[in-house]
């Protein structure tokens, strides 16, 4: 059975900036709790939908892959805030990327989309059921948050990253993945009001609930936990770790992470301060970066993992290949926009207020 291997990559970090003291003028916080407690600086908020921006990222990965959006025949998009619930967000995708030989599905494990997505890709590689994977984690999550709730609306930003995936040569690729799930703790991370349970409050539409203090003590157990398993699965000691591309939710989970694993913070790649919380969409994009700041060499182990609403948690051990240079590239990007960051979170606010008859 042949792994999958990373062979392009791409992200799309939409141009509206919110920053801390943005935050500051329109909720009781300030910059210096955001970033003592999560490492966070400022976000960005889109002024498009998740599709727009998985279509950028998307057209950067399979450039960069020097490919051709007809060679793709499997599209995974991670999302947990797909534009609608019907069609998938990837089928959306699909059409404006010109993707046509393509499946298409939409993978919602909340922030471990990308490395549920990446286990996926890598089965149906290795069963030869697909060839050419587009692999994708894009989110909107500024479409939930709430300036009346200062616990969550501070962590949180929007964008896209994406991967192609195709087989593996003789020493790289997937080498282990290690997932998990527990249901049992569903309610300490979870948004309602967006399904098919009946909504007792039009107030709770959107609603996004977390208890900090127990994701975050769980957080640092499985991450932890998984990404070890998965270097040890792979037959590797933690010492072989290259690099370890965490979901960027907060820097005192990556640390204790970190901790854990026994890595030095140089071999550790933290981008949160510039984007926030990008749930399935982080680790793509952190990968992207980590590539075009030559942090990846040839043949580097590369350590993801990640943890999310579910609770989810999931953490990949790949050895990257020969290439880490893009063989195209692509011109695409979002459509301008005059919004700062703030009118932005603000129009979404009215519509809120407007929705729940309130304005
Ligand atoms: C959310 C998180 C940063 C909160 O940090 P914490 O140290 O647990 O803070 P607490 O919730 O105990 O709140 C401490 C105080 O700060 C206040 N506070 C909460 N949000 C605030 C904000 N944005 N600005 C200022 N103060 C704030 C609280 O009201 C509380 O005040 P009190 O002591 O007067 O009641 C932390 O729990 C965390 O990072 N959890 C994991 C979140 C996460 O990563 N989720 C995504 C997983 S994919």
Known sequence: MRRATITGWGKCTPPAVLTNEDLEAV???????????????ERRITHTETSDMATVAGRHAIATAGLEPEDIDLLILATCTPDRIIPSAASLVQAKLGVTNAACLDVNAACSGFVYGLSLANGMIATGAARRVLLIGAEKLSTLLDIEDRSTAVLFGDGAGAVVLEPAGDGDGVLALNLGTDGGLAGILTVTGFGTEEIGNVAEQFSLYMDGQEVFRNAVTQMGEAATRAVAEAGLSLEDVDILIPHQANTRIIDATAR???LPPEKVFVNITGYGNTSAASIPIALTEALESELIRPGAVIVFVAFGGGLTWGAACLRFGDRVTPLGTSDARLPATSFTGLDLLLQRQDERRRRRGLA
């Open 260 to 262: 854990r694993m026994k």
């Open 27 to 41: 909720m009781d916080t300030n910059d210096e709790w955001i970033t003592t407690r999560t490492g966070i600086k």
